[in-house]
């Protein structure tokens, strides 16, 4: 069974509009939670992360995350995007196993002008 | 601080060539390390990752082979490459977990390797 599932492998807004990029966790127990963010041919950026602290996580560039055990979610927000704010977003669940995550496969975000 | 290098950042090899690909940790001791790969239009595949010197876990059979000689120096080889090794490579490093679960893993800048 997939640890971490992000449904839509590409999303588009135009600049100003709200982001949404959406992260679903399968864990018995609450795991952390992070999201990272990839440009071109570079590695991945921590963007935040969720480790049993608040649930609503605020991170770098404007972005946050809520953390939703009801729902097993762990959904990235930007109330207005940027066009620097195009890249590939993976969300990332650690899990009660001591060394791994477990990596989404990924959304592209595409900032229209 | 700690940073993670990774060399080469582009890399071209036939396909039978050798690979060795190296990733080294500063400012930090005992990490965990780990080596993933994207291939086009794919997501992250953790390949191998290391609790210590010596020590490494597979998480995929292949054509890959992985080694810790020292501390915080990582190593990714091949004795033959093939045309399906070609993608993007990362090298991560995190604190070795405490209490169970494995807290923010920090990314080189990755090689990009083609096999033709």
């Known amino acids: 069974a997939q640890s971490v599932t992000q449904l839509g492998s590409h999303v588009s807004v135009s600049e100003g509009a709200l982001v949404l990029l959406r992260c679903n966790y399968s864990s018995s127990v609450p795991p952390y939670l992070f999201w990272y963010v990839q440009y071109p041919n570079q590695g991945l950026q921590l963007l935040l992360k969720?480790?049993?602290?608040?649930?609503l996580v605020k991170g770098i560039n404007g972005f946050e995350a809520e953390f939703k055990k009801s729902e097993t979610s762990f959904h990235l927000t930007k109330p207005s995007a940027h066009m620097s704010d195009a890249a590939e977003y993976f969300c990332a669940v650690s899990k009660n196993n001591f060394n791994k995550f477990y990596f989404g496969s990924g959304t592209k975000l595409n900032v229209k002008p | 601080s700690q940073t993670i290098h990774q060399w080469p950042a582009t890399l071209v090899q036939p396909v039978g060539s050798p690979l060795s690909l190296e990733c080294t940790v500063e400012g930090t001791s005992n990490p965990n390390l780990y080596w993933y790969r994207q291939a086009a239009g794919r997501g992250l595949q953790l390949l191998f990752y290391?609790?210590?010197?010596?020590?490494i876990s597979s998480e995929v059979p292949q054509n890959l082979s992985a080694s810790r000689p020292q501390d915080r120096q990582f190593i990714l080889s091949s004795k033959k490459l093939l045309l399906s090794d070609s993608g993007f490579y990362l090298c991560?490093?995190?604190?070795?977990?405490?209490?169970?679960?494995?807290?923010?893993?920090?990314f080189g800048p990755g090689t990009r390797l083609t096999v033709l």
């Open positions: 991560a490093w995190s604190v070795p977990p405490s209490g169970g679960l494995t807290d923010t893993q920090y």
């Open positions: 969720y480790t049993s602290a608040a649930t």
């Open positions: 290391s609790v210590g010197i010596g020590q």
